[in-house]
């Protein structure tokens, strides 16, 4: 009886204590590439390409926040247009909901726009000065021929209450609001057709400092409230920390590392992802860390004609023969945390047959001391003890 019985037990108990299905990805995107052509002459021939975007694999899942990070150039505002359908790319796969919308026709893309809206960068740009706050944020509704209940008028004026604006100013025109307030408005205007999906484009760099957190606060409070899920492009680390579940690095059209938030920031794997964080710096001057800031040396290489290899060797300080010839794959080394390259940091060397240094990468970088007063202070302190017997250089006196 007890041997009959074992077997369901055990069956029963690795049931339950087996981790529940992960949901399927809301947005799956699975090499894709944007190539920008470049024609000459009079017949317009094409001489060559920006490669902007040049082989993504990454996936959103329902209710995350995943965030873009990288300089400028690298690719992330073309990838958040491509995933909108805005652009169309060059190839590649973009599914959303299981759904292939890689090369949907502006009319079959339309329902869908109900589901994937976008927040601007510039939001002095992207509101016509000609229109009243109620016609811009109204604007989705008349284009999908949507009468919602109570009226338009009424949900125009819930919007704008819901993203923290006064109702009563529907008849006003942009001009006549603060960059942030513009912003808001935009966001009200992205989110009247209660959408799954919302890519914001750096929404907060053309703010002031000082309404920054208000914005990127409501981007958080709105996530929650509509359950929504976002893909936030931005160059600032720490608005990306604040806001993202995973975050994604781009260098040059391609991602480097993808893992989650606190991997990422405690444990970067990808040498140019150690460069941008050891950039972010501490409002804390009585800090008692030692920092080191990582300069890279000359510019990023030009998206017409990328380095081989992996794209991020001339400005590498671990860069390899291999690293000139082979493009790394990206691949997870860690549950969760995916990196492409061939020598990462916190974690094993992938190519430990080529250990020569490249001469270029030598002089790849520079490293800046950023130490606050209060660790520098300490540092020295220590140094001052040990160089000396107690009572001259540790005390200060001779």
């Given at each position: ?6 077997p369901?037990v055990?069956?029963s108990e ?9 949901p ?6 699975s090499g ?9 002459g009079?017949?317009q021939r094409?001489?060559g ?23 400028s150039?690298c690719g ?11 652009l ?11 759904r ?15 589901d994937v809206?976008m927040?601007?960068?510039d ?9 009243t706050?109620?016609t ?10 949507i009468?919602p ?8 004026q ?5 993203v923290?604006?006064n ?9 006549e ?17 209660k ?14 400092v ?27 680390l720490?608005?990306?920390r ?6 994604a ?9 993808l ?6 920031y ?17 409002p804390?001057?009585?800090?008692k ?17 990328p ?11 671990k860069a ?8 790394p ?5 860690k ?5 492409a ?6 974690a ?16 790849a ?7 606050p ?8 302190d ?13 005390t200060?006196?001779?």
């Open positions: 009886m007890s041997e009959t019985k074992d369901e055990t069956i690795q049931a339950s204590s087996s981790p529940p299905p992960s399927e990805p809301l947005l799956r995107v894709l590439v944007k190539h920008f052509p470049i024609r000459k009079l017949l094409q001489v390409a920006v490669q902007a975007v040049d082989g993504l694999d990454f996936d959103v899942r329902p209710g995350e926040t995943l965030g873009v990070v990288g300089e150039g992330k505002s073309t990838m958040g247009r491509l995933i909108t359908r805005l169309e790319p060059t190839s590649g796969k973009i599914e959303f909901e299981g292939d919308i890689t090369h949907l026709g502006t009319g079959q893309m339309r329902p869908l726009r109900r809206q927040i601007f960068q939001p002095y740009s992207s509101l016509n000065p000609r229109h706050v109620g811009i944020v109204s604007a989705p509704f008349k284009l999908q021929d009468t209940e109570g009226g338009v008028k009424r949900e125009v819930r919007l704008l209450e819901l923290g604006l109702p009563e100013h529907y008849n006003r025109y942009p001009h609001f603060s960059g942030g307030q513009r912003q808001r408005i935009g966001i009200a205007r992205a989110l009247a057709l959408p799954k999906l919302v890519v914001a484009d750096e929404p907060v760099s053309a703010l002031d000082s309404i920054q957190a208000q914005v990127v606060n409501l981007l958080d409070d709105l996530q929650d409230e509509l359950g929504l899920t976002y893909v936030i492009i931005a160059h600032d720490s608005v990306i604040h806001v993202s579940d995973r975050i690095v781009m260098y040059l059209g391609k991602i480097v590392e893992a989650d938030r606190k991997a990422l405690e444990s970067p794997m990808h040498p140019y992802s150690k460069a941008l964080l050891s950039a972010v710096p501490v804390d001057p009585r800090s860390h030692k920092r080191e800031r990582i300069l890279l040396k000359g510019d990023v290489p030009s998206p017409i004609s380095p081989s290899g992996c794209r991020f060797h001339t400005r590498c300080w390899t023969e291999i690293c000139k010839t082979q493009e794959p990206l691949m997870a080394l549950t969760g945390h995916q990196v390259c061939h020598h990462p940091e916190n094993p060397d992938q190519a430990p047959e080529s250990s020569v240094v490249l001469d270029t990468a030598r002089e970088i520079e490293l800046v001391d950023v130490t007063p209060a660790a520098a202070a300490k540092a020295a220590a140094a001052g003890g040990e160089a000396g017997p107690a009572g001259t250089e540790g200060g006196k001779e």
